[in-house]
């Protein structure tokens, strides 16, 4: 039913062939394909830039322009509608963007101010930065007219994410007579370069128009890339005489927890109170070495409950600072894809990293301290962490260690391998991972990943290994992707994540992206399948899925879809479902339908809708997710949900009902409050976050 962490069951896929796979390891394959590559000079000014939106300090006249954005959507390779220009300065800690968007101003659309905005409904501006010119890592910043801030490290040429990460820049924007201007301030210590004399970096911009759902770039990037695809970037060049910095930055915190007793004789009230410290310090521009002690995490946003109507554990993303910095580093697994019909959820992770610190349960365990080395040296990635967890009256100490190391090869490719040891308080606990892996874009339309993994524990040491290998082809008409796992019985990888083992998994995909022409109400036509399906290791059918949908995108950024499923489902054990019903053992055949729609999420009103509807089991299901929200732009943003679930079985019946709340207000882009409020009617549990930072 309901799970808030996930369960101790593992599991997990492995990937197989994928087009039919033509696997074109030549030179043109593993060389960039040639094009124009922009270049914009950067200007040293040795004024100080008063960072107040207006472009007035006569140093930004001496910077050359970047113009001339190219759209990707709805014109794709046409000339952006509205002008953006951009110029840049540096001194010697930081870089400034001056940038000038025209438009007419009562167009301009504002829907958030809060750290982490929705890119999707505002106007915005965005830069791509790759600060060691590798074209596979860097950060994109983006800002909306209101000054809200949207930040992600980068890795693997765009194919890699960590957006919770929130570096330390800052921006301010004044709306103009034909547009807005915008100056922004990066220091170097939050971004790294090149310890060179003349530092070359890559570097991209992206403007979008909200109210014409235009995207443009000011170095062309096809629609199915993000700003983040930096193999794509142009070069910002003229940067000189950067001393190198030593950032040290400090955080001490105190924590306390006010708990009242009521004895039956006089009440016992308690105020615990602790402190902690986390340090940061860069050895090099590529090496950072993090410390932590009384590691706390309060301030982290509760995960969202979901309810849960298979047999296996649910993925919940990691929120913690402390984890969440170089995370992409130590990725290793289902390599998660930028966006659209192709993406998957994670389905293995071999370092999962909410194995530490938090119970099955998700209830947060005393991590007595830590440390983390990561970053890059040459052609090297590099990641080592080692933390303690304490012991509770429930749990025993362990202490986790992490060393993950990949190399560039070729243009965009690389290898890597990983280790992982968890060793318990007691003698003879431990379980130790070891894998490698290989990651290949051996062109810009297509990629082969694959890894060889093994676990050791006590006397599991057999049957033990997981293998995997995908591929995927997409340009800008269709895409298809397959993937072939396969995963032994005593695979366990205890700090990672692991849906099911002990089976071989088959996954085939396949889409179009037909786009209509002009600015027409239909932007796009998304026809999709999807096949999946599991064996056990004799090849004995567990789990069959197909999936045959259509998406339609509209030019005001709705949505809706439809879709017939088909499943099949071998139980060789009775799947209990719900504390009063269990489905038995056995072979079950069913099928459903569904359909979504979300409205455009900048208006006033919004909602979205979730249906799915048909046989399940030797029953029936209904499940319906409803949303609805207000937004008065840009401070305040609310929004319920509610979601349905009816289950009817022969073995019986069941709702499971889910109603979320939540409220948003920001005073302004650097002061926010928030709540976060959901009731599960099943368990009867309310679940309340409340924030203000």
Not at 304 to 317: A, C, V
Not at 318 to 323: G, I, L, S
Not at 493 to 498: A, D, E, I, K, T
Not at 520 to 542: C, G, H, M, W
Request: charged share 25%; glycine share 8%.
């Amino acid at each position: 039913m309901t799970r808030s962490q996930l369960n101790p069951r593992t599991a997990l896929r492995r990937p197989v062939c994928t087009l039919g796979i033509a696997i074109f390891l030549t030179a043109a394959g593993l060389a960039q394909q040639g094009r124009d590559e922009k270049v914009v000079t950067a200007v040293r000014t040795e004024v100080p830039i008063e960072l107040d939106g207006h472009l007035n300090e006569a140093q930004w006249s001496l910077a050359s322009p970047a113009t001339g954005f190219i759209q990707n959507s709805p014109r794709d390779r046409e000339p952006a509608t509205d002008r953006t220009v951009v110029r840049v300065l540096f001194d010697e800690e930081n870089l400034y963007f001056g940038v000038y968007c025209y438009q007419d101003p009562s167009r301009i659309v504002i829907s958030d101010l809060g750290r982490d905005f929705g890119v999707t409904e505002n106007d915005v501006f965005g830069i791509g930065l790759d600060t060691r010119h590798d074209h596979r890592n860097g950060f994109v910043f983006f800002t909306n007219p209101g000054e809200a801030k949207e930040d992600a490290q980068v890795a693997s040429d765009g194919l890699e994410f960590t957006r919770d990460w929130d570096g330390i820049w800052d921006v301010v924007t004044q709306v103009q007579p034909d547009g807005w201007t915008i100056e922004i301030v990066i220091p170097f210590k939050t971004v790294g370069y090149n310890s060179q004399d003349h530092p070359i970096m890559g570097i991209n911009f992206k403007r979008r128009i909200r109210h014409k759902n235009e995207d443009s770039h000011w170095g062309y990037i096809p629609r199915r890339f993000l700003l983040s695809r930096f193999s794509l970037a142009g070069r910002l060049v003229g940067l000189r005489d950067i001393p190198r910095s030593q950032n040290l930055r400090v955080k001490p915190f105190l924590t306390s927890t006010f708990t009242q007793r009521d004895l039956g004789i006089e009440e016992n009230d308690d105020l615990d109170a602790e402190a902690g410290l986390d340090v940061k310090y860069r050895l090099s521009e590529g090496l950072t070495l993090d410390l932590t002690l009384n590691t706390d995490f309060s301030q982290v946003e509760v995960d969202t409950q979901q309810i849960n109507l298979t047999r296996f554990s649910l993925f919940f993303p990691e929120k913690r600072d402390f984890f969440l910095e170089n995370a992409t580093l130590f990725a290793f697994g289902d390599v998660p894809t930028e966006r659209g019909p192709r993406s998957r959820s994670q389905e293995t992770q071999l370092f999962y990293s909410r194995r530490i610190g938090l119970s099955p349960t998700g209830l947060a365990l005393p991590l007595l301290g830590g440390a983390r080395l990561s970053g890059r040296v040459g052609k090297f990635s590099l990641g080592i962490l080692n933390i303690h967890q304490q012991d509770t009256d429930d749990f025993s100490s362990n202490n986790f260690t992490v060393t993950r190391l990949r190399r560039d090869i070729f243009s965009r490719s690389e290898i890597g391998a990983i280790f992982i040891n968890r060793e318990g308080g007691e003698a003879g606990d431990y379980n130790r991972t070891y894998g490698l892996d290989l990651n290949m874009q051996l062109r810009q339309e297509f990629t082969v990943n694959g890894f060889i993994a093994a676990t050791q524990s006590p006397e599991q040491n057999e049957k033990n290994v997981h293998t995997k290998i995908s591929s995927k082809w997409e340009n800008a008409f269709w895409y298809t992707q397959g993937l072939f796992a396969d995963i032994g019985e005593n695979f366990n990888p205890q700090v990672g994540f692991v849906p099911r083992r002990g089976v071989r998994n088959y996954q085939y995909d396949l889409g179009f992206k037909p786009r209509t022409k002009g600015d027409a109400y239909v932007r796009e036509f998304q026809p999709n399948t999807s096949i999946k399906y599991f064996t056990d290791r004799d090849n004995r059918t567990l789990t069959k899925e197909g999936r045959y949908g259509m998406q339609i995108l509209f030019r005001d950024g709705s949505r809706f879809g439809i879709d017939y499923n088909t499943h099949f489902e071998r139980l060789l054990t009775p799947f209990r479902i719900h504390p009063t019903v269990t489905i038995p053992v056995g072979d079950y055949f069913f099928n459903n339908w569904g359909l979504q729609y979300s409205s455009d999420r900048s208006k006033l009103l919004f909602g979205s809708l979730l249906m799915l509807q048909g046989d399940f089991f030797d029953g029936e299901r209904t499940t319906a997710r409803l949303g609805g929200g207000l937004a008065l732009r840009p401070n305040l943003l609310t929004e319920l949900t509610y979601e349905y679930n009816s289950v009817d079985v022969q073995a019986g019946d069941f709702r499971a009902d889910l109603y979320g709340l939540r409220f948003n207000y920001s005073f302004n882009p650097k002061v926010f409050f928030d709540a976060f409020v959901q009731y599960n009617e099943s368990t009867g549990k309310v679940l309340t976050n409340l924030r203000f930072n």
